[in-house]
Structure formats: structure tokens, C-alpha cells
């Protein structure tokens, strides 16, 4: 694959001697987005978490651009390109709207251009602006998703992870979340989708993997697994 911007080789991620991930192979290409589904308790959550830098890999490889991560905590890893929007959105509900985005431009480099991003972002999500002074905490659940993915995005990152984006929010809100990272995808960022709602991430996505019991059971392009039978029945039900 040209132009790979993530690459993970036989990842292993253990809680104590529980393994939650083994022999997790992966990759995200400039521009690509792509999508991981599976179980609950697959290890989906903990692979986002191990890409960012939060959960410590036992063995393994993860690296961005060419270089190695695998070692680095959280706040090193953000500086080589990658930004997360965690399960639950993690907003500061007690902060204004602005100051919550303007946590996400901490690094040097995107806290000088936060001007122009914070631009990008309000164009993105106008309900941002609107409500910029307001609390965070009085947002709607559709909107604390919005602010949670424009605070990522002041990172200027070239890696966005997205745990669970769809969750708690209404049909509508979802589309405008999904509407959103196609148009992020289209700037050159790679995005790596960990969702529950399998049917509408394999729709925006280039290419899937289906975790089971911690490791890939299958990969391929959405489109491919989106007829698979083993995701239809290991996170479909069917």
C-alpha cells in the first residue's frame, strides 16, 4: 500500500496476564479510512487505546510515518500526528464550548495556527460557533460529539481515531457525525473508525477488519465484508 501513515505488526496488549489483543496486524493509508468491527469485548476499545499511546503494548510493532510508537505515552504520540475522540466524548462539560477546542491545539505547532483551524472547525460544525460561550456540559449529545471531534481535529493531526462515534446519539445526528469525517478524509487525514453501528461504518469505509477475542479474523475492503458472513454473524447476529 502507498503512502501507509499507520502500520501495526503483531500487536499483544495484555490487562496483567489477560490478553486483550495478540498478533494484531493492521494499517491506515494518507486519506483512507477504516473501519474495525466486532463484539462487544473483542478489544476494540484497547486497540485505539494502545494506538494512542494509553495502554502499553507487551510485544508488537505501532508505527506512524515510518516511526516507531510503540513505547511513547500518550501526550509523544499526539505530537507524531494522532488524535483521538474517545468512547464517550470525554468533553469538559464545566468549560465553554471555545475553551474545550482550544485544549486541542496544545502542541506548539497547532496552538499557533489555531486561528485558522478553529475557522475549519466552525465551518464544519457551525452549531460550534453558535454556541461558543456556552457551557459544554449544555450541549446536546450530538453536539458534545461535534465539539469532542473539533477539539481532536486542533490538533492538526494526521491520524484521527474515532472509538465509537455513533454511540447514545439520534439518526440524524449520526449522519451529521458521518458527514464530518468524510469531509475529513477528503483533507488527507487518515481515520480509524472503532463502531458499533457496523452497517454504516462499512458504508463510509475503503477498508475493515473484524476483531474476535482480541485478534483480526478477517480483513478486506468494506464492501467485501459488509456481505461477509462471519461479521454477520459474530457482531450482526445473524
Same mark, same amino acid.
Not at 88 to 97: E, L, N, Q, S, Y
Not at 168 to 173: E, K, T
Given at each position: 500500500?502507498? +503512502? @501507509?501513515?499507520?502500520?501495526?505488526?503483531?500487536?499483544?496488549? /495484555?490487562?496483567?496476564?489477560?490478553?486483550?489483543?495478540?498478533?494484531?496486524?493492521?494499517?491506515?493509508? @494518507?486519506?483512507?479510512?477504516?473501519?474495525?468491527?466486532?463484539?462487544?469485548?473483542?478489544?476494540?476499545? =484497547?486497540?485505539? !487505546?494502545? %494506538?494512542? #499511546?494509553?495502554?502499553?503494548?507487551?510485544? #508488537?510493532? %505501532?508505527?506512524?510515518?515510518?516511526? +516507531?510508537?510503540?513505547?511513547? $505515552?500518550?501526550?509523544?504520540?499526539?505530537?507524531?500526528?494522532?488524535?483521538?475522540? $474517545?468512547? #464517550?466524548?470525554?468533553?469538559?462539560? /464545566?468549560? =465553554?464550548?471555545? +475553551? !474545550?477546542?482550544?485544549?486541542?491545539?496544545?502542541?506548539?505547532?497547532?496552538?499557533?495556527?489555531? /486561528?485558522? =483551524?478553529?475557522?475549519?472547525?466552525?465551518?464544519?460544525?457551525?452549531?460550534?460557533?453558535?454556541?461558543?460561550?456556552?457551557?459544554?456540559? !449544555?450541549?446536546?449529545?450530538?453536539?458534545?460529539?461535534?465539539?469532542?471531534?473539533?477539539?481532536?481535529?486542533?490538533?492538526? $493531526?494526521?491520524?484521527?481515531?474515532? &472509538?465509537?462515534?455513533?454511540?447514545?446519539?439520534?439518526?440524524?445526528?449520526? &449522519?451529521?457525525?458521518?458527514?464530518? %469525517?468524510?469531509?475529513? @478524509?477528503? =483533507?488527507?487525514? #487518515?481515520?480509524?473508525?472503532?463502531?458499533? +453501528? @457496523?452497517?454504516?461504518?462499512?458504508?463510509?469505509?475503503? /477498508?475493515?477488519?473484524?476483531?474476535?477475542?482480541?485478534?483480526?479474523?478477517?480483513?478486506?475492503?468494506?464492501?467485501?465484508?459488509? &456481505?461477509?458472513?462471519?461479521?454477520?454473524?459474530?457482531?450482526?447476529?445473524?
Amino acid at each position: 500500500m502507498s +503512502d @501507509v501513515l499507520l502500520e501495526i505488526e503483531d500487536l499483544d496488549v /495484555r490487562y496483567g496476564e489477560a490478553r486483550a489483543l495478540w498478533g494484531v496486524t493492521l494499517s491506515v493509508a @494518507v486519506g483512507e479510512t477504516v473501519c474495525v468491527v466486532g463484539p462487544n469485548g473483542a478489544g476494540k476499545s =484497547t486497540l485505539v !487505546n494502545a %494506538i494512542a #499511546g494509553v495502554h502499553r503494548a507487551r510485544g #508488537g510493532r %505501532i508505527s506512524m510515518g515510518g516511526k +516507531d510508537i510503540t513505547a511513547l $505515552p500518550g501526550h509523544k504520540v499526539c505530537a507524531h500526528g494522532v488524535a483521538v475522540v $474517545p468512547e #464517550g466524548r470525554r468533553i469538559f462539560p /464545566r468549560m =465553554t464550548v471555545l +475553551d !474545550n477546542l482550544l485544549l486541542g491545539a496544545y502542541r506548539s505547532g497547532a496552538r499557533r495556527a489555531h /486561528r485558522t =483551524t478553529l475557522g475549519t472547525v466552525h465551518e464544519m460544525f457551525p452549531r460550534l460557533a453558535e454556541r461558543a460561550t456556552q457551557l459544554a456540559g !449544555n450541549l446536546s449529545g450530538g453536539e458534545q460529539q461535534m465539539l469532542a471531534i473539533g477539539r481532536a481535529l486542533m490538533a492538526q $493531526p494526521r491520524l484521527l481515531l474515532l &472509538d465509537e462515534p455513533s454511540l447514545g446519539l439520534a439518526p440524524v445526528r449520526v &449522519d451529521e457525525v458521518y458527514d464530518a %469525517i468524510e469531509q475529513i @478524509v477528503a =483533507t488527507g487525514v #487518515g481515520v480509524l473508525v472503532v463502531e458499533q +453501528d @457496523v452497517e454504516r461504518a462499512l458504508a463510509i469505509a475503503d /477498508r475493515a477488519y473484524l476483531l474476535g477475542e482480541g485478534r483480526v479474523v478477517t480483513s478486506g475492503p468494506a464492501e467485501e465484508l459488509r &456481505d461477509s458472513a462471519e461479521v454477520r454473524r459474530s457482531v450482526l447476529g445473524l
